[in-house]
């Protein structure tokens, strides 16, 4: 319940983030450089959490991030769990050489580094919001594919699925109505356990300038501004750090929750 709080607070604060940032995150003010969070000795209310290195106001930049952070881990779930799905149902059903041909692509894919494919890709496209949630979409769709696909092989040789066929069904009908919403739960625990790994890429992308580019605000860029300055105004990596932190720990434990509620094993 701690980790659905949390969840839901970070997202009611993305969505409301200009009415609860306390400044514009792009406005720079280097009077008021290296600020430190009010609870320090120069510190001031003004600015919560401090300023950054132009004296732009970090929990400004945090909220508006968290909008980043989001929007990637969430659509690019929705994305691979969409073409994941899909793959694995059509890898069960069909079988023979589509099955194999699928799966082996599986298997390549998952040879290949993630994080170093993910690089050159946006790399060799571009980096940018779209490009990111595009490359990180489609590339994480085996995951999704391998597991609805065992559940498939089982659920497509259980009495009613032969009943429904004798009765004349079609096979979108079967997938749709049948095998569908019995493979349901093992898809809302993966996409429960990938959402916060597609946030941590997406950290790691713009830790290397392949992300969200400058000023737009993204809790990895943030934590890659802040090392150059780590010995003077520590709060800079240390704020959007242990948001990430908080945040990827707390997806886990609503992933971790639903597999033990979803399974009926338990």
Same mark, same amino acid.
């Given at each position: 319940?701690?980790?659905?709080?949390?969840?839901?607070?970070?997202?009611?604060?993305?969505?409301?983030?200009?009415?609860?940032?306390?400044?514009?995150?792009?406005?720079?003010?280097?009077?008021?450089?290296?600020?430190?969070?009010?609870?320090?000795?120069?510190?001031?209310?003004?600015?919560?959490?401090?300023?950054?290195?132009?004296?732009?106001?970090?929990?400004?930049?945090?909220?508006?991030?968290?909008?980043?952070?989001?929007?990637?881990?969430?659509?690019? !779930?929705?994305?691979?769990?969409?073409?994941?799905?899909?793959?694995?149902?059509?890898?069960?059903?069909?079988?023979?050489?589509?099955?194999?041909?699928?799966?082996?692509?599986?298997?390549?894919?998952?040879?290949?580094?993630?994080?170093?494919?993910?690089?050159?890709?946006?790399?060799?496209?571009?980096?940018?919001?779209?490009?990111?949630?595009?490359?990180?979409?489609?590339?994480?769709?085996?995951?999704?594919?391998?597991?609805?696909?065992?559940?498939?092989? &089982?659920?497509?040789?259980?009495?009613?699925?032969?009943?429904?066929?004798?009765?004349?069904?079609?096979?979108?009908?079967?997938?749709?109505?049948?095998?569908?919403?019995? &493979?349901?739960?093992?898809?809302?625990?993966?996409? !429960?356990?990938?959402?916060?790994?597609?946030?941590?890429?997406?950290?790691?992308?713009?830790?290397?300038?392949?992300? &969200?580019?400058?000023?737009?605000?993204?809790?990895?860029?943030?934590?890659?501004?802040?090392?150059?300055?780590? +010995?003077?105004?520590?709060?800079?990596?240390?704020?959007?750090?242990?948001?990430? !932190?908080?945040?990827?720990?707390? &997806?886990?434990?609503?992933? +971790?929750?639903?597999? +033990?509620?979803? +399974?009926?094993?338990?």
């Amino acid at each position: 319940m701690v980790g659905v709080a949390i969840v839901l607070a970070v997202i009611v604060a993305a969505v409301a983030a200009p009415y609860l940032s306390p400044a514009d995150p792009l406005a720079q003010n280097l009077s008021h450089r290296l600020l430190p969070p009010f609870w320090e000795k120069l510190g001031s209310t003004a600015h919560f959490l401090g300023t950054d290195q132009l004296g732009r106001d970090v929990l400004a930049r945090l909220l508006y991030g968290a909008r980043i952070t989001l929007l990637v881990g969430f659509v690019c !779930t929705f994305i691979a769990g969409t073409v994941g799905t899909m793959l694995g149902i059509i890898a069960a059903y069909i079988g023979g050489r589509v099955d194999a041909l699928i799966m082996r692509l599986a298997d390549i894919q998952l040879s290949l580094p993630f994080i170093i494919l993910a690089i050159a890709l946006v790399a060799a496209l571009g980096p940018s919001l779209f490009n990111i949630i595009i490359v990180l979409g489609l590339t994480s769709w085996v995951r999704f594919a391998r597991v609805v696909r065992a559940e498939t092989l &089982v659920v497509r040789e259980l009495n009613y699925i032969e009943a429904a066929h004798a009765l004349g069904a079609g096979a979108w009908r079967i997938v749709r109505h049948h095998i569908l919403p019995n &493979v349901a739960s093992p898809i809302i625990v993966v996409a !429960t356990l990938e959402i916060p790994r597609l946030i941590l890429m997406e950290a790691s992308l713009s830790f290397l300038g392949l992300g &969200v580019q400058p000023p737009t605000p993204s809790w990895g860029s943030m934590v890659s501004e802040g090392r150059s300055y780590l +010995d003077v105004a520590w709060w800079l990596t240390t704020v959007p750090g242990l948001a990430i !932190t908080v945040v990827v720990l707390s &997806v886990n434990l609503v992933g +971790d929750w639903l597999r +033990d509620s979803l +399974d009926v094993r338990m």
